[in-house]
């Protein structure tokens, strides 16, 4: 009777761990969590995610990785009612799935800079956490400057000065100055000659001025490549094949420049207008669904994922410019490596203006494209 007893409290005592067992596996939460990147992106991202895992043992994520066409992707997810629970987004997108209550509203966080929270805001509220600050600047080959005895841009150098620099650098192998015909990259001369793209801005004078000049420096002045002339080569491939001596880019191509360039580089500041140096400036970071089951363990990955520490380390790869000012001027971001000039990224902003995002901006960029097809080409 009393082995009976036994066997019957051992059973009992095991199913008892077993039932616990189970349960403490079962009591995981599993929120999904999306977002486009290059594999030097992921590399830095998942880490992140494992560490936060590892803080977090009630938690698991699932890594929603859209390389290509991330936001065609996620508008299906949200039709169908499965939208990842934290979304990585940016300013250019974010007021459509903000108008149409998709969102979680956010709580604006404190060391943030102004500019980076009102791109991502919507009708005066805060609809993502930012992650980091886009904005361009011009990449140039020092060795082709000093080859030629041509002094480096500076700070107060204008429209007139850059053509003529422009000039000086072009020669039977080398154009002056990228060309490329996506707004992204144009929108700066309009908005430092006082003008923009948005329907009540393209036709004024100022915008139609800015437009002729950049297209001027294909077709008149030829210190930029043709469509022709570039074939399928892209301006950033063009720049580190030295055919280009400066390039109109952002902060993403710090790190391949590192990697592959062969050539002494920096930045200049791009060269003032009538209106000065102005360029757009954009912002990306997290933002939660309005739909997801599990809003507080959505926010705590946001939160940890916007924390200074994860902010330093997304700095420390070069790939971005971080919308933490505590982190973009830490010696994570300002370490020494090229560019020399990396403070400009920083000082740019003070001069920057968000770019002017309605809900059918994508429709305004793409006709604008083919307007402006014939005008360049």
């Known amino acids: 009777m009393k082995a009976d007893f036994k066997l019957i409290l051992c059973i009992l005592l095991f199913c008892c761990f077993f039932v616990s067992g189970c349960s403490s596996k ?6 999904e969590f999306a977002s486009w990147g290059s594999k030097s992106e992921t590399d830095i991202l998942k880490p992140l995610l494992s560490e936060f895992e590892k803080r977090n043992p009630d938690i698991k994520v699932d890594f929603m990785h859209i390389p290509q066409n991330y936001f065609p992707k996620i508008h299906l997810l949200f039709a169908s009612n499965t939208a990842p629970d934290v979304i990585f987004i940016n300013n250019l997108y974010l007021p459509v799935y903000a108008n149409a209550g998709l969102l979680e509203e956010m709580i604006p966080a404190k060391g943030y800079y102004p500019q980076a929270l009102e791109t991502l805001s919507w009708k005066g509220k805060l609809y993502a956490i930012p992650r980091d600050v886009s904005n361009l600047v011009i990449y140039y080959n020092k060795d082709m400057f000093n080859e030629k005895h041509i002094p480096y841009p500076d700070k107060n150098w204008t429209f007139d000065e850059f053509l003529t620099t422009a000039k000086k ?18 929108l700066p001369y309009l908005m430092s000659n006082g003008g923009g793209i948005l329907p009540e801005e393209i036709n004024k004078e100022e915008s139609q001025k800015a437009i002729q000049f950049y297209a001027d420096l294909r077709k008149k002045y030829h210190v930029a490549p043709l469509k022709s002339e570039s074939a399928s080569a892209t301006m950033a491939q063009m720049f580190l094949q030295k055919r280009i001596a400066m390039y109109i880019s952002g902060r993403w ?15 200049a ?21 309005k739909s997801s089951k599990h809003k507080d363990e959505a926010k705590k990955l946001v939160e940890f994922l916007s924390s200074k520490e994860s ?7 070069g790939l971005i410019v971080p919308a933490l000012k505590n982190s973009a001027e830490s010696k994570y ?3 020494g490596q090229k560019p020399e000039n990396a403070k400009l990224f920083l000082e740019v902003i003070k001069t920057s203006k968000p770019t002017p995002v309605s809900l059918d901006y994508r429709e305004i960029t793409d006709k604008l494209k083919k307007d402006m097809e014939m005008i360049f080409n």
């Open 26 to 31: 079962n009591s995981k939460t599993t929120i």
């Open 169 to 186: 650098l072009t020669d039977k192998n080398t154009f002056g100055i990228s060309f490329e015909e996506d707004p992204l990259f144009y």
């Open 253 to 267: 191509m710090v790190p391949k420049l590192r990697d592959e360039a062969d050539f002494d580089w920096d930045i």
């Open 269 to 289: 500041q791009f060269p003032k207008g009538i209106k000065g140096s102005i360029v757009q400036l954009d912002a990306s970071g997290w933002a939660v669904s």
């Open 311 to 317: 902010s330093e380390k997304f700095a420390q790869s």
């Open 333 to 335: 971001f300002l370490d």
